[in-house]
């Protein structure tokens, strides 16, 4: 009796005169593919969303991006004040994630000067470690949608992005 292929096993039901071939899930010929028309869930379609990471901790920032990236957003990365100022001469981003403390120009008078450089004032999302009341207190007062702590929950800024993108603006 020949060897059946690892892909392939053959059955015969008793008495019956046909045969039936199951393959294995990980042969290439029986994946399936989405309608090409139909939606492949019942979710609304969110709006393309573009997000800014500004920190100077450029592992953290590319690690980031990268994750962002991955899950459909728009993503540049700056890991200075002056970086990201100069990115925004030709791109409006809809969502700015700011450290709040890097050298130089820190998160709270980037946010401003990005709200002076935008056409259009981006959404303002502080990722620090000062989990004080006072520093809180002063990112609301600066202007910051959300204040986050570090190491960011990253299905939760997810999820906060996600919502973002279905906000008119």
């Known amino acids: 009796m020949a060897a059946k292929k690892p892909a392939e096993r053959a059955s015969i039901s008793a008495g019956a005169k046909t045969s039936h071939v199951q393959q294995s899930k990980k042969d290439p010929r029986t994946r399936r593919t989405p309608l090409r028309g139909k939606p492949t869930s019942s979710k609304p379609r ?21 994750f962002l990236n991955a899950r459909g957003f728009d993503v540049r990365a700056a890991t200075s004040g002056p970086e990201a100022l100069a990115q925004v001469k030709n791109w409006n981003p809809d969502v700015a994630l700011l450290d709040l ?8 008078e ?10 259009r004032r981006p959404i303002l999302v502080a990722i620090t470690g000062l989990g004080h009341l006072p520093a809180r207190e002063r990112t609301l007062a600066a202007g910051f949608e959300r204040h986050l702590l570090k190491p960011v929950n990253l299905p939760a800024l997810t999820k906060l992005l996600n919502h973002f993108a279905t906000l008119k603006r």
């Not at 997000?51 to 592992?59: A, E, K, N, P």
């Open 101 to 108: 403390i890097m050298p130089g120009m820190d998160g709270f």
């Open 46 to 66: 969110q709006r393309h969303l573009s997000v800014l990471i500004v920190d100077d901790d450029s592992v953290a920032t590319k690690s980031l991006a990268i």
């Open 110 to 119: 980037l946010a401003g000067r990005l709200c002076e450089a935008s056409k």
